[in-house]
């Protein structure tokens, strides 16, 4: 194509072809680059709805979004690392900042669409074992399904998810953002078959049932006899006394439970849930949850085993 130079002394009509050709050059070069963009993307979320105006979208708007989206991930990165804690006021561990921390790759007009990345390099995608980077960005748009709270299994695990304090700050923001956005939120990843679509009217009814079904927690220091339990299914039987309680193995637990024996004494820390609805009076649900486990400092008595 002619430079600059010879741009200048075309005729007329040879100019006016030249300067279409760079608009269309420059066009495809634009497309070029959003599709590669589109493709490395590991989230790409669209909003529509009253935040988006035009080619624009508000920025408050946007800003809290990301916010609470970026709290979204590093809570269920923390969760299934087995890193998440139960206080209200905890710093990020290290290596989840470093490993789940989002980048916005960039924007599009329109439905105003976000693209964003996790880290890519081997040291920061290393930095979380045992947690696939994909199964959380899923995880967390999976939060966002109507089948998260259908059904009782699915529900446990949603009531299990949002349990965790920056899991349920941040959903929580997100959802009454889009209520008073009037905001239509689309979200898909590299494995998602379709796109999930949440509506303002979604997060109204989301609102609804989580101010519903509600969860008490207690924690609990035991000393008594592991009669039995599961690494691979996640399940565990503590008898203490005359009492048992048999229960789920929380994420956290999971290696110290490979260090204890069956039929052993141990000292426990066990999650009490007691999970209600308001609408339900009088009807309640007690599950056990093993936090921690260990082999007993002392045998009930005070004599070292």
């Given at each position: 194509?002619?430079?600059?130079?010879e741009?200048?002394?075309?005729?007329?009509?040879s100019?006016?072809?030249?300067?279409?050709?760079?608009?269309?050059?420059?066009?495809?070069?634009?497309?070029?680059?959003?599709?590669?963009?589109?493709?490395?993307?590991?989230?790409?979320?669209?909003?529509?709805?009253?935040?988006?105006?035009?080619?624009t979208?508000?920025?408050?708007?946007?800003?809290?979004?990301?916010?609470?989206?970026?709290?979204?991930?590093?809570?269920?990165?923390?969760?299934?690392?087995?890193?998440?804690?139960?206080?209200?006021?905890?710093?990020?561990?290290?290596?989840?900042?470093?490993g789940?921390?989002?980048?916005?790759?960039?924007?599009?007009?329109?439905?105003?669409?976000?693209?964003?990345?996790?880290?890519e390099?081997p040291?920061?995608?290393?930095?979380?074992?045992?947690?696939?980077?994909?199964?959380?960005?899923?995880?967390?748009?999976?939060?966002?399904?109507?089948?998260?709270?259908?059904?009782?299994?699915?529900?446990?695990?949603?009531l299990?998810?949002?349990?965790?304090?920056?899991?349920?700050?941040?959903?929580?923001?997100?959802?009454?953002?889009?209520?008073?956005?009037?905001?239509?939120?689309?979200?898909?990843?590299g494995?998602?078959?379709?796109?999930?679509?949440?509506?303002?009217?979604?997060?109204?009814?989301?609102?609804?049932?989580?101010?519903?079904?509600?969860?008490?927690?207690?924690?609990?220091?035991?000393?008594g006899?592991?009669?039995?339990?599961?690494?691979?299914?996640?399940?565990?039987?503590?008898?203490?006394?005359d009492?048992?309680?048999?229960?789920?193995?929380?994420?956290?637990?999971?290696?110290?439970?490979?260090?204890?024996?069956?039929?052993?004494?141990?000292?426990?820390?066990?999650?009490?849930?007691?999970?209600?609805?308001?609408?339900?009076?009088?009807?309640?649900?007690?599950?056990?949850?093993?936090?921690?486990?260990?082999?007993?400092?002392?045998?009930?008595?005070?004599?070292?085993?």
């Open positions: 194509m002619a430079g600059v130079e741009y200048q002394d075309l005729d007329p009509a100019g006016l072809l030249f300067r279409s050709l760079q608009q269309e050059e420059a066009a495809l070069t634009r497309e070029i680059l959003a599709a590669e963009a589109i493709a490395a993307a590991d989230i790409e979320i669209s909003f529509d709805g009253g935040t988006v105006e035009g080619h979208i508000q920025a408050g708007f946007l800003a809290t979004a990301l916010e609470h989206i970026q709290g979204l991930v590093t809570g269920m990165a923390e969760i299934k690392s087995g890193q998440a804690s139960d206080e209200r006021a905890t710093r990020v561990p290290a290596n989840i900042v470093a789940f921390g989002l980048r916005v790759a960039a924007m599009q007009p329109g439905s105003f669409t976000v693209l964003l990345n996790l880290p390099t040291e920061q995608m290393s930095m979380v074992p045992g947690s696939g980077r994909q199964e959380i960005v899923d995880a967390v748009a999976g939060l966002f399904t109507e089948e998260a709270v259908e059904g009782q299994d699915n529900i446990d695990e949603f299990r998810t949002v349990r965790y304090p920056r899991v349920r700050t941040h959903y929580q923001g997100l959802l009454k953002a889009m209520q008073t956005g009037a905001a239509v939120m689309k979200w898909s990843t494995t998602m078959s379709e796109r999930v679509v949440f509506t303002r009217e979604q997060a109204n009814q989301r609102i609804e049932w989580l101010e519903l079904h509600g969860e008490r927690v207690e924690s609990l220091s035991l000393q006899i592991l009669e039995g339990g599961n690494v691979q299914s996640r399940r565990f039987d503590l008898k203490v006394g009492e048992h309680y048999p229960g789920r193995v929380a994420e956290e637990a999971v290696e110290s439970m490979r260090s204890v024996r069956f039929g052993a004494t141990v000292d426990a820390e066990i999650r009490v849930i007691t999970k209600y609805h308001e609408d339900a009076v009088g009807l309640s649900k007690t599950e056990y949850e093993l936090v921690d486990v260990r082999p007993a400092k002392s045998a009930p008595g005070g004599s070292e085993e």
